[in-house]
């Protein structure tokens, strides 16, 4: 005697239907990235152009929308604006340099002559000021640069006194915030490097120096361009060490954040300018060829 089937037909896992369709599994993969990518970031810009183009009410404060290039023109014909952009660029400039001549020194020693102990403790250090919050960090770097801060404590018995609040502290306070982004890639691409070409320039003659200029440098030129764009976008963008331990040291952020609310179109025409500058940045990176290896 026959009995009708009783299975019920099975229905199919979601990974077997997406292994059976390449483009549905692609689109579940990207949507949520491109939906970001588009609506959130690439969106926000748009609107931030548009509002560039727009005026405020002198009287009102009110944004009114239109098309005008008075606020892109205030940038280069206000001499205050245009120093400003000028130092902000500088700043970044001095940052990238600073931490580049210290990176790879220090990568050097790490990778090839300290021991495992050694080694971790100045990993330890190196990556220590991400342990703490940015503003911590702002605002430990101004107790030592205060009048009474620990520099001035530790030097006064030789005379020497610090720069005080200003441009200098800005540099250093950006240093000391940005330097990891720096020294981990740089130190993980000298890791790499086989230690017989050390010995080989050593036999050759060349000093360590010498070593560090002609060998490793040209070795190491892809990571540290990965470090400049870090180094070089975000000291950029950063106003609040400016608002802290600059003094009166103005920087490209700090225009922004005075007029956001009181003339947003303005704010949003010199927020281009870091924008515009690391376009400009990373196109003269590209000729180099050392983008083709990262």
């Given at each position: 005697?026959?009995?009708?089937?009783?299975?019920?037909?099975?229905?199919?896992?979601?990974?077997?239907?997406?292994?059976?369709?390449?483009?549905?599994?692609?689109?579940?993969?990207?949507?949520?990235?491109?939906?970001?990518?588009?609506?959130?970031?690439?969106?926000?810009?748009?609107?931030?152009?548009?509002?560039?183009?727009?005026?405020?009410?002198?009287?009102?404060?009110?944004?009114?929308?239109?098309?005008?290039?008075?606020?892109?023109?205030?940038?280069?014909?206000?001499?205050?604006?245009?120093?400003?952009?000028?130092?902000?660029?500088?700043?970044?400039?001095?940052?990238?340099?600073?931490?580049?001549?210290?990176?790879?020194?220090?990568?050097?020693?790490?990778?090839?002559?300290?021991?495992?102990?050694?080694?971790?403790?100045?990993?330890?250090?190196?990556?220590?000021?991400?342990?703490?919050?940015?503003?911590?960090?702002?605002?430990?770097?101004?107790?030592?640069?205060?009048?009474?801060?620990f520099f001035n404590w530790a030097l006064s018995p030789f005379g020497v006194s610090g720069p005080g609040?200003?441009?200098?502290?800005?540099?250093?306070?950006?240093?000391?915030?940005?330097?990891?982004?720096?020294?981990?890639?740089?130190?993980?691409?000298?890791?790499?490097?086989?230690?017989?070409?050390?010995?080989?320039?050593?036999?050759?003659?060349?000093?360590?120096?010498?070593?560090?200029?002609?060998?490793?440098?040209?070795?190491?030129?892809?990571?540290?361009?990965?470090?400049?764009?870090?180094?070089?976008?975000?000291?950029?963008?950063?106003?609040?060490?400016?608002?802290?331990?600059?003094?009166?040291?103005?920087?490209?952020?700090?225009?922004?954040?005075?007029?956001?609310?009181?003339?947003?179109?303005?704010?949003?025409?010199?927020?281009?300018?870091?924008?515009?500058?690391?376009?400009?940045?990373?196109?003269?990176?590209?000729?180099?060829?050392?983008?083709?290896?990262?």
């Amino acid at each position: 005697m026959s009995h009708p089937p009783t299975l019920e037909r099975r229905t199919k896992p979601l990974s077997t239907a997406l292994y059976r369709h390449p483009r549905g599994r692609l689109a579940s993969l990207l949507t949520l990235p491109m939906a970001w990518l588009l609506g959130v970031y690439i969106l926000s810009l748009v609107l931030l152009l548009l509002t560039a183009f727009w005026t405020t009410d002198p009287f009102t404060s009110r944004v009114k929308p239109g098309f005008t290039l008075e606020n892109f023109e205030q940038l280069v014909t206000v001499p205050a604006y245009l120093s400003t952009a000028l130092r902000t660029l500088g700043i970044a400039l001095a940052v990238t340099a600073i931490c580049a001549a210290v990176a790879i020194p220090l990568a050097v020693f790490m990778a090839k002559v300290a021991g495992p102990r050694l080694r971790a403790v100045l990993a330890i250090l190196v990556t220590l000021p991400l342990w703490a919050g940015y503003l911590v960090k702002i605002i430990a770097m101004r107790l030592v640069w205060t009048d009474e801060g620990f520099f001035n404590w530790a030097l006064s018995p030789f005379g020497v006194s610090g720069p005080g609040f200003g441009t200098l502290t800005v540099i250093l306070t950006l240093v000391y915030l940005w330097f990891p982004y720096m020294a981990i890639p740089v130190y993980a691409a000298v890791s790499q490097i086989p230690t017989n070409l050390f010995d080989a320039s050593s036999d050759l003659g060349a000093s360590g120096a010498r070593t560090i200029r002609t060998v490793v440098a040209p070795l190491l030129l892809p990571a540290l361009i990965a470090g400049s764009i870090f180094t070089f976008s975000l000291s950029l963008g950063d106003y609040i060490a400016a608002m802290y331990v600059g003094g009166s040291t103005q920087m490209i952020g700090s225009i922004i954040a005075q007029n956001i609310n009181l003339n947003p179109p303005l704010a949003a025409a010199f927020s281009f300018v870091p924008i515009v500058l690391v376009i400009i940045y990373l196109s003269a990176v590209r000729r180099t060829g050392a983008l083709d290896n990262l």
